[in-house]
C-alpha cells in the first residue's frame, strides 16, 4: 500500500482520502468513483513552482500537462496556484478559457493540428503554439496576416534521447511521429522556416523525452543536448530565442518496484533541471531562457484514486480468481494499453491480512478488460468497495463509454470534505448525439 499523506486507515479499518472515508464517498456519490486530493495537488504545485524559483531564479514556469486530467475544476485549481497549462487540443483549450484560465500561459502542442484548431489558437491569443510540422507553419502565417497579429511559437525537437519508459510513451527517438529531428537535420529546415517567418515570433524550443522516467541523468542529457541546438540555432540562424520547454515526464509510484517519490523529490528533479541549465547558459555562453516544465502524471497520478465495488466473483479453480469491478477499460483503459500495474485494496478491510490472489476484472465485453492482475486481497466478498491507487492521471482523461457504460463522476476531498466536480452521465449522456 501507498505510504503517502492523503491515505490513511481509520478505526473503522477503511480507507480514507484527504480526511474522508472512501464508505462515505461511496454512499454519497455512488461508484465507479474518481476521488482526488485536492490538497496533494496544491502541495506538488507548490513544490514544483518553488523549486524554479529557487534553483532558477524564478525565471520560469510549470504548465500542467492538462492531458493527464482535465476538466473545468483542475484548470481553475492549478491556476490559482500560479501554473500555465499545456493543451494539446481545441477541446482542452476550451474547457480551460471557459474557467477563465490565462491563455498566455498555455502551450498549445499536438502533431496534427488543423488550420481551424490554429485558428482556434489564434484567435485567443494561446501564448505559445509548439510547431511540430512544416505546414502548419504557412498556417499560421495565413492566419496571422488574416486577423492582423503576431503569433509566438516554439520548435518541437527530437534531442535523441532514450528514456527508461514503456516504448508507446517515448517521445523523442528519432523515428517519432512528434517533433523534428535535431540529428538528421530536419530541425534545421524548420528552424529556418520559422527565422523567415512574417507573423511569427520564433520563441524558443521545446522537447518531451517521454512519460513515466525516473531517472534524472535523462532529464540532464537533454538539457545538454536542447542547449547545444539553442546556441547553434541562435548563432547560425540568427534566430532571437527566450524560451526554452523541457516538456514532462517525472514518474510516480503505481505498484511495488516502482520508487516512492515525495513532493521533495520532485522539486529535487527541477533542482536537477534548473542546474544544469545554469551551468549550460554558463559554460556555453547563452543568454538564459526562461525555463518551462511540463509535468502531468506526477501533479495528479498519486492525487487519484478509484472507488469500485465488487460485483461477481469467480474462481477458476486452479488457474484464477476473478473479481469483477463495476468499472472497467472504459474508465480505465492503461492495463490494456500499456499493461501498466497498480496497487489494489479492500478499502474497508485494511487490518485483514491480503492473502488471495484476484484477477481484478472489468464488465466489458472483452477478455483483456483487465484493470490489475496477481494483486493480494483478504476474500472478498459481492457488495465490498476495492480502491484502486494512483489513477489520477491518464484515467479519467482517456475514458470512454466503450459498451456504453458511462463515464464515472469525479470528486475532490480536501481537509475532510468532498464536492462534485464532474457529474455521473446518464442514459440522456449516452444517446445525446444519436440521430
Ligand atoms: N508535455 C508533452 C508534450 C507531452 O506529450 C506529455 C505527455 C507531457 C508533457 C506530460 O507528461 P507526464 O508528466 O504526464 O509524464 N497516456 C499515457 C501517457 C501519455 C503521455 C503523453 N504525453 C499513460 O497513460 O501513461
Do not use: W
Given at each position: ?6 491515505l490513511s486507515v481509520n478505526g473503522n479499518g477503511h480507507l480514507q482520502i484527504?480526511g474522508v472515508d472512501v464508505k462515505d464517498l461511496a454512499s ?277 484514486i478509484?472507488l ?37 485494496v479492500a478499502a474497508e478491510r485494511l487490518q485483514d ?31 465490498e468497495l476495492v480502491a ?48
Amino acid at each position: 500500500m501507498n505510504t503517502r499523506d492523503t491515505l490513511s486507515v481509520n478505526g473503522n479499518g477503511h480507507l480514507q482520502i484527504g480526511g474522508v472515508d472512501v464508505k462515505d464517498l461511496a454512499s454519497l456519490y455512488g461508484t465507479p468513483l474518481y476521488v482526488f486530493d485536492k490538497a496533494y495537488i496544491k502541495n506538488i504545485c507548490k513544490f514544483f513552482s518553488e523549486s524554479i524559483d529557487k534553483h532558477y531564479g524564478g525565471f520560469g514556469k510549470i504548465f500542467y500537462a492538462s492531458k493527464a486530467f482535465s476538466c473545468k475544476e483542475i484548470y481553475r485549481i492549478v491556476g490559482d496556484m500560479g501554473l500555465g497549462a499545456d493543451v494539446v487540443s481545441t477541446g482542452e483549450m476550451f474547457t480551460a478559457l471557459s474557467v477563465g484560465f490565462n491563455s498566455e500561459n498555455m502551450c498549445f502542442h499536438g502533431n496534427n493540428k488543423s488550420f481551424a484548431d490554429l485558428k482556434y489558437a489564434v484567435e485567443n491569443k494561446i501564448g505559445y503554439i509548439v510547431i511540430d510540422s512544416l505546414s502548419e507553419i504557412d498556417d499560421i502565417i495565413k492566419i496571422c496576416k488574416e486577423l492582423k497579429t503576431r503569433q509566438k511559437v516554439l520548435l518541437r525537437v527530437n534531442p535523441g534521447v532514450e528514456a527508461h519508459t514503456h516504448h508507446y510513451i517515448q517521445t523523442a527517438k528519432p523515428d517519432s511521429k512528434f517533433g523534428f529531428s535535431i540529428e538528421n537535420g530536419d530541425a534545421d529546415i524548420a528552424a529556418k522556416r520559422l527565422v523567415a517567418a512574417d507573423c511569427i515570433d520564433f520563441c524558443g524550443l521545446h522537447c518531451h523525452i517521454g512519460s513515466q522516467i525516473f531517472e534524472k541523468t535523462s532529464f540532464g542529457i537533454a538539457v545538454d543536448k536542447m542547449t547545444d541546438y539553442y546556441k547553434k540555432i541562435t548563432d547560425v540562424y540568427h534566430a532571437n530565442l527566450s524560451v526554452l520547454n523541457l516538456g514532462g515526464g517525472f514518474g510516480i509510484y503505481y505498484a511495488d518496484g516502482d520508487p516512492k517519490f515525495t513532493p521533495e523529490d520532485y522539486a529535487d528533479y527541477v533542482k536537477t533541471v534548473c542546474e544544469r541549465l545554469n551551468e549550460s547558459v554558463y559554460k556555453k555562453g547563452i543568454k538564459k531562457p526562461y525555463l518551462i516544465l511540463e509535468p502531468g502524471r506526477s501533479i495528479v497520478g498519486e492525487a487519484g484514486i478509484t472507488l469500485y465495488t465488487v460485483g461477481r466473483i469467480k474462481k477458476i479453480s486452479g488457474l484464477k480468481n476473478y473479481l469483477s469491478i463495476d468499472g472497467g477499460m472504459f474508465e480505465n483503459p492503461r492495463f490494456a494499453l500499456y499493461q501498466a500495474k497498480y496497487s489494489v485494496v479492500a478499502a474497508e478491510r485494511l487490518q485483514d491480512k491480503p492473502q488471495i490472489k484476484y484477477t481484478i476484472a472489468g464488465k466489458c465485453c472483452e477478455s483483456g478488460d483487465i484493470i490489475a492482475e496477481d494483486v493480494f486481497l483478504p476474500e472478498m466478498r459481492e457488495g465490498e468497495l476495492v480502491a484502486v491507487l494512483s489513477t489520477g492521471a491518464y484515467n479519467y482523461s482517456m475514458a470512454s463509454n466503450y459498451n456504453r457504460n458511462f463515464i464515472p463522476p469525479v470528486v475532490m476531498v480536501e481537509n475532510g470534505k468532498s464536492y462534485l466536480c464532474v457529474k455521473k452521465q446518464d442514459f440522456n449522456d449516452i444517446v445525446r448525439n444519436d440521430i
